[in-house]
């Protein structure tokens, strides 16, 4: 006797296997709360609560009564690539060339286009954790093995040496590192970088890259700054830069965010990848995206905003130090660099606002 074969299920067996972001599911339940007259501070989603600064809406309304509204270079308009090139190359001390820049709608695709373009089946993919859930949630879409690195309070949940060595082999297929890091807020310090670099070169091929998501790289508080691991000597070659305007114009709706990939020949494949999935980005939002990062404006509203989150992180972090068994943090500034270090029972340095 033969036993039926069982009934095809409605989707392939890959989608069952795909995670997503939480913080999205959170947003009907909020919703719910305040129609019944609650209150809620929202903290499900990294949306900056400060609106478009003016001149940037002003340059979109402008580029759609120019007419811009078709489609365009799925690459991302020459403009706004050239932008991207010249303000990356000189914050990092890079030499970008506009070929390697790819326009995406923010910065989610650039993500699982990684998975799908450098991590073959059964291949490793490395991510932090606690981290952004959609470098953990594409892996089971591509059969890849996760490999979490665990970021520790002790090492002021910045990625060590220690901690990266021992995930590294020759299964290795992809790296994901998140500095300013979703949801702890760490910054790696030059020295952290450059550790992880030199063990990185060393002990891994050239063709295996690291995905630096750089969506934070504006919000940084107690004078910390902001280094791209692409910087770092040998780096260049082996990163993959990405971040956008969703976090640091605040743009979330804007959907323009950018990937520079280490050779012409991967953001190729890359652009490949967008003519398949989105065609292109709306042509008005680039030539916002391009007053954004070209203006004298965007800077004091960037600072307004970023000050205004510093003042707010330091009253949570107060009222949580206030709190009984929650972990505290201290913050000792050293010379040339932030180092931190984080304890039990500790009171945090407050930044005066
Ligand atoms: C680390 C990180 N990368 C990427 C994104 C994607 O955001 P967007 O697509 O708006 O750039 C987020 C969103 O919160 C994020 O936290």
Redesign the pocket.
Known sequence: MTTAAPPKRLFADRVYGIGTEAAFALGGLIAQVEAEGERVIRCN??QPDFPLPQHIKDAVKRAIDDGLTTYCDPQGIPELRASVARSLSQKHGLDIDPSRVVIYP???PP?GFAHMAYSDADEEVIYPSPG?P?FESFIPLFRCIPVPAILREDDGCGLTREVLAPLLSDKTGLIFL?FPS?PTGGVATREQLKDLSELILEKTTSNVRVYS?E??EAITFDGDEHISIASMPGMEARTIIAS?C?KTYPW?GGRV?WAVYPTRLEAQAARRLAINYFASIPLYNQWGAIEAIESPLSAPAIKEMVDAFQRRRDVVVSGLNAIAGVTRILRIPQRGRSAECHGRFRRVRQTPS
């Open positions: 989603l990294g923010d910065g989610r993500i952004y959609l998140n979703n998501d969506s934070y956008g969703s979330t965010g």
